[in-house]
């Protein structure tokens, strides 16, 4: 709903000094979304946490959401990127991630648009990660926005030999004191980037999240390759956050998934398990998620064409293109149709007031290209740590590929 949405006001003269407190950097991925994002931005403005600042960028949105987005920052408290094309989830973060490492971050909170955040969570999280040395990423409990009796997500787990993961997905609160088993705090072995607080020295030793993903369990990866480097993830319970749950991929899917979401599910999830599976376990676990990636496919046809559902053929199609794709080992943006060629770097930049807008031009991940370290520029993330990820980028049971973590759907419970 878009009815009586007011900027909040700017921060006060003299707020969201550095102080004591280390300095919070929150970025947030808009694409064509921006009443949803307004909501985000306004429950981050009630934070409790004092040095707070804002990267909102802009995933080339066609619905004037700059215009719209425009009054809520300024240079200030935050700071408005536009891409002109949509980069996926990956790159728009990537985006953000390293604007709020230039301006000095000691932590960055990653935040979905249709997520809002309680007062106190940012606080709470990063309390969490200050207690803890040996942690590197910490994430609150997530519930429904519509459904607040609901788990969204608290922390996240996977069971190779049955390549599932497991979110604690629509477990249920206590009604009268709205709490849970799961309001403690323990370490888990991944997180969603829904809402997700990363430790600049996390992101510097094993880089942003990886473009071959685009959307969709970038986040494991991520806590993944953290965990190898030495940094743990951390459930925070106590730290609590509301999420509408693919408000942006899957806007006209209803109860079913949209045929985008069964797509890049299907193909990351055999890209996850063929990086991080255990070796041993690795053939079992892959011929597993595939003979279920197939059965999902196939009652997604058949169900379309007893219940009459539209879209089911384009959906079943998807997922068999994911699993091909997967096994071809193409990964980043899926490309059917040509582009037009990317801006030159800096070509068209330009500062609009009363926020600055950077007119970026970012970097979009080729189908057919899996990619290294030596052909991405994360700058200015140095590559201090070798990065985790397969030397093939085919997902066959042999060749080396690194060990450690759905369709959030089809995957799995996750």
Request: proline letters at 7%.
């Amino acid at each position: 709903m878009k009815e009586d949405i007011v900027p909040p006001p700017l921060p006060r003269q003299g707020e969201g000094g550095r102080g004591d407190e280390g300095l919070v950097c929150a970025i947030v991925l808009n694409w064509n979304g921006w009443a949803d994002t307004v909501r985000c931005l306004a429950a981050l403005h009630r934070s409790t946490y004092a040095n707070l600042r804002v990267v909102v960028v802009d995933n080339g949105s066609t619905d004037g959401s700059v215009e719209h987005l425009a009054p809520f920052l300024d240079g200030t408290w935050g700071e408005l990127i536009r891409s002109e094309r949509n980069l996926g989830f990956t790159g728009g973060v990537n985006l953000g991630l390293r604007m709020a490492l230039e301006r000095g971050a000691d932590l960055v909170l990653l935040l979905n648009n249709d997520a809002t955040v309680a007062p106190e969570c940012v606080a709470t999280l990063v309390a969490a990660l200050e207690a803890r040395p040996d942690v590197g990423l910490a994430g609150p409990r997530i519930v429904w926005r519509d459904r607040p009796n609901l788990i969204w997500s608290a922390g996240m787990s996977v069971a190779w030999a049955t390549a599932t993961v497991h979110a604690h997905r629509d477990e249920p609160l206590d009604p009268a004191s709205r709490s849970s088993r799961l309001d403690g705090v323990r370490v888990v072995q991944g997180l969603s980037a829904c809402v997700l607080l990363v430790k600049r020295a996390v992101l510097e030793g094993i880089g942003p999240l990886d473009d071959r993903y685009f959307a969709y369990y970038e986040d494991f990866d991520l806590c993944l390759r953290a965990r190898r480097a030495g940094d743990r993830s951390l459930y925070v319970g106590p730290a609590h956050a509301a999420h509408a749950g693919s408000a942006t991929a899957n806007r006209s899917g209803g109860r079913s998934q949209s045929a985008l979401v069964n797509y890049y599910g299907a193909r990351n999830i055999l890209l996850f398990m063929a990086t991080h599976a255990p070796p041993a376990v690795r053939p079992l676990t892959l011929t597993v998620l595939c003979a279920r990636l197939l059965t999902a496919g196939a009652r997604v046809l058949a169900g379309g064409l007893l219940l009459r559902r539209p879209g089911a053929l384009a959906r079943a199609a998807a997922i068999a293109a994911g699993i091909l794709d997967a096994a071809r080992g193409r990964f980043g943006a899926r490309t059917l149709t040509p582009q037009p060629p990317l801006p030159t770097a800096g070509e068209g930049e330009q500062i609009l007031t009363p926020q600055p807008l950077l007119l970026l031009d970012g970097r979009e991940g080729a189908e057919g290209v899996v990619g290294t370290d030596a052909d991405r520029d994360f700058s200015p993330l140095p590559r201090t740590r070798e990065r985790a990820g397969p030397s093939n980028p085919r997902l066959g049971f042999e060749g080396p590929v690194s060990h450690g973590s759905g369709v959030r759907g089809l995957g799995g419970d996750g």
